[in-house]
Structures are given as structure tokens and as C-alpha cells.
């Protein structure tokens, strides 16, 4: 890599221009963009189920990226990345810390999003010197409620634009135009974007996301054993994803804080995107 663009992609802040960049790690191309100061904890990015990198909202990207280093990435076998994508959680918590590993990383701060939560909370309990902090948004912990199959089914019955206004979104006419506006940035990137989930990720990814929820915990051993600092945040009305989930990791976690967005749906930070970003910086400063 050249000089010039190393310092482009260490001063771009931008999600919807930043160069996708490739690194490999145990047989598998990650792709990855990576945003922000040169200096300063990674935060990385765990993404939700059938999601990309060009499926995150720029508007909490690039506002956290302005002052800490972020990577946004696709894990094995998704997006522009090489490799099977694992039916199972665990597989895709060790494929993400190669993912890290590759990129010389020896402490992070992790966000993970629903699938990505279920992700985070995976390599948070076995990677305890790796991970500083812990954010989660719209997830569950193991024996969590979650109505994948069903929510997707409705959603897509109602032949909406784009099937994330109803998914991520609720009935009211505030949240609907939050998803308009969602989707308007999700969409500006118009060059080098990210290649959609089919089958092969999808198909996987929701027997990961049911078989982690059907496995019980009633002792919540897993959440026991993350100590690192956690900010919990669910929307009012996830439909996917209840709110009681976070309610229960908050309880569990031995330090966890827990933030719930009103009038919101299992994507809650992105239509409250402006306080999200604010709680976050919080949270990781503090």
C-alpha cells in the first residue's frame, strides 16, 4: 500500500466513500472498510442477519467514526468475503476474531446488532483480554425470545419499498419517515457497493440466530461471564427481537447499562440515530 493511500483510508470518515480494503486470515478474505483516526480503541462492527457493509446507516458510522478508528466488515462467506458462512454463533464469533487478529488488533470495543450482538456477547465471554466494552442493540441473549421467521414472513407480505420499513420500523407515521430517511443514507453510496446476501448467508445465518435462542441458560452463565462494561439498547416495539431479551441481559450482565429508544422497532439506533450516537460516545469515553 502506498503512503497516499494509506492516508486516505486512515483520514476518511465517510462510510459511503471509503475504499473496501481485503486482509486474510485463516484461508478467508475478509472484506472491510475502515473509517476514522489513526489512533484510538477500534470500534468494530457486527452486523445483523442478511446484513452487508453497505447495510449500516452512515449516519452512525461516519458520526462515530469522527473521533475513534471503526471497521465495518463482512464476516466469512458474506458480502464481498471469502469463505462458508457457519450455521452457529460460535463459528462466526472465532471467524470475526480472525477477522481482528489479521488486522493487528489487540483490543477492541464491539457493537453487534442482533445477529452481530448474539455474535459479540460470544467473543466477549471467551476473548476477555480482546474486547474493552461492549455495545448491543435489538439482540438476545442465549434462550432469548426471538420471532425471525414469522416477522420476516409478515414483512414481506407487505410489499413495502423495502422490506426493512416494515422489519425495522413501527406503524406510526414518525417511524415510517425515519425509515425513509434510514434508507435514503443507506442508499447514497452509488459506487463499489457491497454484494446483497443470498441463500448461502441467509439460510445459515437464521438456523445461527434460532439454534442460539432455543439453546436454554437458565443460569444466564454466558452473560455471567462477560465483566467488561455493556450498553444495552432495544427499541419499544421490536417485534424480532423483544425488548424483554434486553431487560433480561441487563439483569444478568455484571455491568451492563440499558437504554430502550421509544416508538421504535428492531431498528431502534438507526431511526434514533442522533441520541444512539451520543449514549454510545458516552458509554466509550466514560
Known amino acids: 500500500m502506498?503512503?497516499?493511500?494509506?492516508?486516505?483510508?486512515?483520514?476518511?470518515?465517510?462510510?459511503?466513500?471509503?475504499?473496501?480494503?481485503?486482509?486474510?486470515?485463516?484461508?478467508?478474505?475478509f472484506a472491510y472498510r475502515r473509517?476514522?483516526?489513526?489512533?484510538?480503541?477500534?470500534?468494530?462492527?457486527?452486523?445483523?442477519?442478511?446484513?452487508?457493509?453497505?447495510?449500516?446507516?452512515?449516519?452512525?458510522?461516519?458520526?462515530?467514526?469522527?473521533?475513534?478508528?471503526?471497521?465495518?466488515?463482512?464476516?466469512?462467506?458474506?458480502?464481498c468475503s471469502t469463505g462458508q458462512t457457519p450455521d452457529n454463533v460460535a463459528a462466526m464469533a472465532r471467524d470475526a476474531v480472525t477477522l481482528i487478529d489479521a488486522l493487528g488488533l489487540s483490543e477492541v470495543d464491539l457493537l453487534g446488532f442482533s445477529l452481530g450482538g448474539c455474535v459479540a456477547?460470544?467473543?466477549?465471554?471467551?476473548?476477555?483480554?480482546?474486547?474493552r466494552k461492549l455495545v448491543l442493540a435489538g439482540t438476545a441473549p442465549h434462550g432469548g425470545e426471538e420471532h425471525l421467521l414469522s416477522v420476516l414472513q409478515e414483512a414481506f407480505s407487505k410489499q413495502a419499498p423495502d422490506v426493512r420499513l416494515p422489519l425495522f420500523f413501527t406503524k406510526s407515521t414518525a417511524s415510517q419517515a425515519a425509515g425513509k430517511a434510514f434508507l435514503d443514507r443507506v442508499y447514497a453510496r452509488k459506487e463499489d457497493r457491497d454484494v446483497e446476501s443470498d441463500n448461502s448467508v441467509t439460510d445459515p445465518q437464521a438456523m445461527a440466530l434460532i439454534s442460539w435462542c432455543a439453546t436454554p441458560d437458565p443460569e444466564h452463565v454466558l452473560l455471567r461471564a462477560i465483566r467488561q462494561p455493556t450498553l444495552v439498547v432495544c427499541g419499544s416495539n421490536d417485534t424480532m427481537l423483544p425488548a424483554d431479551n434486553a431487560y433480561t441481559m441487563f439483569k444478568a450482565m455484571s455491568n451492563a447499562h440499558l437504554i430502550l429508544y421509544p416508538d421504535s422497532g428492531h431498528g431502534a439506533f438507526f431511526q434514533h440515530h442522533q441520541a444512539f450516537v451520543s449514549h454510545v460516545r458516552t458509554f466509550l469515553d466514560g
Do not use: C, M
Request: proline letters at 7%; charged letters at 15%.
Open 35 to 79: 473509517l476514522g483516526p489513526s489512533t484510538g480503541t477500534p470500534l468494530v462492527f457486527l452486523q445483523h442477519f442478511s446484513g452487508n457493509i453497505d447495510a449500516w446507516d452512515p449516519a452512525v458510522v461516519n458520526a462515530l467514526a469522527s473521533d475513534r478508528p471503526v471497521i465495518v466488515f463482512d464476516n466469512a462467506g458474506v458480502g
Open 2 to 29: 502506498t503512503e497516499i493511500n494509506a492516508a486516505a483510508i486512515r483520514d476518511s470518515v465517510a462510510l459511503e466513500s471509503a475504499p473496501t480494503q481485503y486482509v486474510e486470515g485463516d484461508g478467508i478474505r
Open 121 to 131: 456477547q460470544q467473543i466477549a465471554a471467551d476473548q476477555k483480554p480482546l474486547v
